[in-house]
């Protein structure tokens, strides 16, 4: 009698007793019989041998390089953020002088035709203008128009972020974002 073991799933059998393969069997999951083989043998491949010198080493001046490279990067990075912000203050600093300037011409042109006076005043202003100062000058001229005489006045405004004795402009600001803006109005009376 020879007992003979049949691949993928398959009992020992008898050949001589005639009973053929016997598959095993297994239920699914809707309660029918299917076939079940169990897997077939895996064998583990032999590790291969460790190598001594040649690569050894490679990692870690590879790590360094990338460390120094990534460092300066950030570096060079940090840099450019810094300046790009001072840029950006500086600008909101431009745009808030620009305003206060404004704010003085107007002051003057109001001056000048309601109360049909042309005196030199120092305007100082709260909230986000709160830093800045406008110096506001007027001088007034007569014009021939057409064979009338017409009274003009220029109104010059000077706003900064650092007055000096009380008034802009600043001949020599200390501030790192210092800010002035100049601006010129003739108006008619």
């Not at 073991?5 to 050949?15: N, P, Q, S, W």
């Not at 709260?126 to 007569?142: E, K, N």
């Not at 900064?160 to 109005?185: D, I, K, V, W």
Request: charged residues 15%; hydrophobic residues 40%; glycine residues 12%.
């Amino acid at each position: 009698m020879m007992l003979e073991r049949k691949a993928l799933g398959c009992v020992d059998i008898d050949e001589d007793a005639g009973l053929g393969a016997f598959p095993l069997f297994q239920r699914g999951s809707e309660g029918d019989l299917t076939t079940h083989a169990p897997p077939p043998p895996t064998e583990i491949p032999p590790r291969p041998p460790l190598r001594r010198g040649g690569g050894n080493g490679f990692a870690l001046p590879a790590a360094i390089f990338l460390l120094v490279v990534m460092g300066g990067l950030v570096g060079w990075l940090m840099r450019l953020t810094t300046a790009t912000l001072a840029q950006e203050a500086l600008e909101l600093e431009g745009t808030r002088a620009y305003q206060a300037a404004q704010a003085g011409v107007e002051a003057g042109i109001y001056a000048a035709r309601v109360n049909g006076g042309c005196a030199a005043q120092t305007l100082t202003f709260s909230g986000q203008l709160g830093r800045f100062t406008a110096s506001v000058a007027c001088a007034s001229y007569s014009a021939d128009e057409g064979g009338q005489s017409v009274t003009l006045y220029r109104i010059t405004s000077v706003a900064c972020n650092q007055p000096s004795g009380g008034a802009c402009p600043n001949a020599a600001p200390t501030l790192g974002e210092y800010a002035e803006r100049h601006m010129t109005a003739t108006v008619e009376r």
